[in-house]
T-cell receptor
Framework: AQSVAQPEDQVNVAEGNPLTVKCTYS??????LFWYVQYPNRGLQFLLK??????LVKGSYGFEAEFNKSQTSFHLKKPSALVSDSALYFC???????????FGKGNQVVVIP | ETGVTQSPTHLIKTRGQQVTLRCSSQ?????VSWYQQALGQGPQFIFQ???????GRGNFPPRFSGLQFPNYSSELNVNALELDDSALYLC??????????????FGPGTRLTVT
């Protein structure tokens, strides 16, 4: 069964500094990988996905993520964090052999003004 | 905001009761997935419906059941509620059923409290 690990509970970063949220995954085959963001009392919003092709994926609000097959990682990055980026970020993976989407436990990002 | 809506927003039930949660998918989406998100956890996959058929299920007991209607809206039914069923229930719609590369669009969720 597929699974996701997000090793840090909380990421603190100063406004304007680079933001990285880490994610590693485990699947039996080739993965589809996703990042979602959740604001308080809201549903999840899609940020970006990796299906195939270029390992660097660009998404909404200036976010990007790099797929690394050898390290089974899909870290989320943003060159310059904004206070409005403070939210809960979830990494998710789907094995191409089934249609179950497995989420990590989430990372709380706090951007300090 | 996505075009996915869920009702009700909040619900309080007593242990042993039954509950029905509803979801309207985004226009044009034929696939609906349901998730349970406990406090401080990531969403856990309950099941998925594609063209009115269940086509995938997570590790949830049979008292969790669902329906999808011809207009692709969906219901989640939970029988014999337990205290541990207290959670945020999220509905997500997408295109394509088994084409797992399509992103899902989530509704705001229904907060269920079981006392």
């Amino acid at each position: 069964a597929q699974s996701v690990a997000q090793p840090e509970d909380q990421v603190n970063v100063a406004e304007g500094n680079p933001l990285t949220v880490k994610c590693t995954y485990s699947v039996s085959g080739n993965p589809y990988l996703f990042w979602y963001v959740q604001y308080p009392n809201r549903g999840l919003q899609f940020l970006l996905k990796y299906i195939t092709g270029d390992n660097l994926v660009k998404g909404s609000y200036g976010f990007e993520a790099e797929f690394n097959k050898s390290q089974t990682s899909f870290h989320l990055k943003k060159p310059s964090a904004l206070v409005s980026d403070s939210a809960l970020y979830f990494c998710a993976v789907r094995d191409r052999g089934n249609n179950r989407l497995a989420f990590g436990k989430g990372n709380q990002v706090v951007v300090i003004p | 905001e996505t075009g996915v809506t869920q009702s009700p927003t909040h619900l309080i039930k007593t242990r042993g009761q039954q509950v029905t949660l509803r979801c309207s998918s985004q226009s044009g989406h034929n696939t609906v997935s349901w998730y349970q998100q406990a406090l401080g956890q990531g969403p856990q996959f309950i099941f998925q419906y594609y063209r009115e058929e269940e086509n995938g299920r997570g590790n949830f007991p049979p008292r969790f059941s669902g329906l999808q209607f011809p207009n692709y809206s969906s219901e989640l039914n939970v029988n014999a509620l337990e205290l541990d069923d207290s959670a945020l229930y999220l509905c997500a719609s997408s295109l394509g059923g088994l084409a797992g590369y399509n992103e899902q669009y989530f509704g705001p969720g229904t907060r269920l409290t079981v006392t």
